[in-house]
T-cell receptor, first 114, second 117 residues
């Protein structure tokens, strides 16, 4: 079956622009996660959704970062007024259940802020 | 707070040899889980193997096995009979329960494995 998909795969933004990154999880997966992966580092947790509810946004680095999953399937990560330090790969992952089990990752969106 | 340490930034291994990728962790939780993911140049994180803290047997999945030493807090990945397609970044991760009742993954910094023909 289809895995997690993300779009766009690459995004170049000028500093100060707003960007929106999309994640299509595996159909029926309840849990959805966003991670940020800086160059040469492991992914770091940003936020978590259980269906449409955002239950944990403790990893969002600033109030410029906003995520939503209005119908409990597709999710969008929005970054307002992008800055150079926002340059990273943004990974989305989904999991079938509420707790435990492996997370299935998408290919990521590479964001470059110039 | 939990921490994952991968001390090998890069490794070069001859094709068909076995390779061990090191991972140590730090946690005060009694119940936890450890994962290994592979990240090829395409960027996608591919799940390889999982070990629960209460699992008595070391996990195995095909050519992958996890050498789990609980007292030493280590969870090394062993790849037998390495292949050229094994060249990638490898991340060790721990399942962490947050204050919000959610479970998230905390990752190490990774090891870049290069298989030499």
């Amino acid at each position: 079956g289809a895995g997690v998909s993300q779009s766009p795969r690459y995004k170049v933004a000028k500093r100060g622009q707003d960007v929106a990154l999309r994640c299509d999880p595996i159909s029926g997966h309840v849990s959805l996660f966003w991670y940020q992966q800086a160059l040469g580092q492991g992914p770091e947790f940003l936020t978590y959704f259980q269906n449409e509810a955002q239950l944990d946004k403790s990893g969002l680095p600033s109030d410029r970062f906003f995520a939503e999953r209005p119908e409990g399937s597709v999710s969008t990560l929005k970054i307002q007024r992008t800055q150079q330090e926002d340059s990273a790969v943004y990974l989305c992952a989904s999991r079938p259940g509420l707790l435990r089990g492996e997370q299935y990752f998408g290919p990521g969106t590479r964001l470059t802020v110039t | 707070a939990q921490k994952i340490t991968q001390t090998q930034p890069g490794m070069f291994v001859q094709e068909k040899e076995a390779v061990t990728l090191d991972c140590t962790y730090d946690t005060s939780d009694q119940s936890y889980g450890l994962f290994w993911y592979k990240q090829p140049s395409s960027g996608e994180m591919i799940f390889l193997i999982y070990q629960g803290s209460y699992d008595e047997q070391n996990a195995t999945e095909g050519r992958y096995s996890l050498n789990f030493q609980k007292a030493r807090k280590s969870a090394n990945l062993v790849i037998s009979a390495s292949q050229l397609g094994d060249s990638a970044m490898y991340f060790c991760a721990m399942r962490e329960t947050t204050n919000f009742g959610n479970e998230k993954l905390t990752f190490g910094t990774g090891t870049r494995l290069t298989i030499i023909p």
